[in-house]
């Protein structure tokens, strides 16, 4: 009987124990979520305060030391406020907070430690160059030659598939053809676009008979190859994958089609700023015989 009575004391002593942890979280949640509502109204002298208590009660919640030092940023405190943004890329490496630390260096005119943490919020991938070039809190930074290696660095950094060499090999692609025949016979037309900051080459297809097709072609990283899927208006899909050597991307690949599947190569000769010839041939044999079923001269169009 004591023992039973015993196991109930400590089972309601546990009970008592998770409500409390469960109110305490609770409280603790609301306590933010008024922080969070003062930090959104820019109510800075209070969203100081309000932070300063949780991070008091909460020393590892690193997103009320950040915004701790954002409020104090805010209010002119910089010195406190770069110390409250240490603790927040202490607990969690945050760019975020980083940028906002080489705000309060740059607003007390720290200018070495705020290229610094500009350079550490960079390397952490926040590459957002126009913000950089327009945020005010950095205007004493501006004139110093850093700067604008730094712009440059987040340009790049925003923009990786311009500036990594393996992903422009198939500019020369790109444009508005006319394409024809070896006979010079008018084959059809393709428009060849560069998407999402030149990660994308898409392929706007419409032959001569009418029949339409696009494909989306990007330079895979890790496989170092080159990709291509093509679907057109009959149902068949291209996918291939090929490399970039000597002037030419070598596909090789399926054919998807409705009823066949066959294997198939694809050439695309760099002919110079206006021509590029692609050629392709299929085989059913595993590729122990292959065929010519394509030869297009692509024109650029004036």
């Known amino acids: 009987m004591r ?47 309000a932070y300063e208590a949780i991070t008091k009660a909460e020393p590892t919640r690193g997103l009320a030391w950040y915004r701790l030092g954002f409020a104090l940023n805010s209010l002119g405190r910089y010195k406190q406020g770069a110390a409250a943004l240490e603790k927040a890329v202490a607990i969690g490496q945050r760019p975020e907070s980083m940028y906002a630390l080489a705000h309060s260096y740059a607003l007390m005119n720290d200018k070495d430690h705020a290229f610094e943490w500009l350079n550490k919020a960079l390397a952490a991938n926040l590459p957002q160059p126009e913000q950089i070039r327009l945020d005010r809190n950095l205007e004493n930074l501006r004139a110093d030659p850093r700067f604008t290696s730094l712009l440059e660095l987040a340009e790049k950094k ?42 994308i080459i898409e392929e706007n297809w419409t032959s001569a008979q009418g029949g339409t097709g696009k494909s989306f072609n990007f330079y895979n990283p890790a496989t170092k190859k080159w990709h291509q899927s093509y679907m057109d208006n009959t149902g068949s899909n291209w996918m291939m994958d090929g490399e970039y050597k000597d002037g030419v991307l070598r596909y090789e690949g399926m ?13 695309f000769f760099n002919l110079g700023p206006d021509k590029v010839r692609q050629t392709a041939e299929t085989s059913t044999d595993n590729g122990k015989t292959w065929t010519a079923v394509w030869d297009g001269l692509y024109v650029r169009k004036k």
Not at 5 to 18: E, F, G, I, P, Y
Not at 164 to 177: L, T
Not at 255 to 267: E, F, K
Request: aromatic share 8%; hydrophobic share 50%; glycine share 8%.
């Open 3 to 49: 023992k039973a009575m015993v196991v109930c004391a400590l089972a309601a002593c546990a009970l008592s124990l998770s409500m409390n942890g469960a109110a305490h979280m609770q409280t603790g949640a609301g306590k933010m979520q008024e922080a969070d509502a003062l930090f959104q109204a820019q109510k800075w002298e209070e969203a100081a305060s």
């Open 158 to 199: 925003a923009r990786v598939c311009m500036n990594i060499p393996e992903y422009r090999q198939f500019d020369f692609w790109v444009g508005d053809w006319n394409v024809v025949g070896p006979a010079g016979r008018q084959l059809g037309a393709n428009q060849v676009l560069m998407l999402e900051d030149g990660c």
């Open 255 to 267: 054919i998807y089609a409705p009823g066949s599947t066959v294997m198939v190569r694809m050439n």
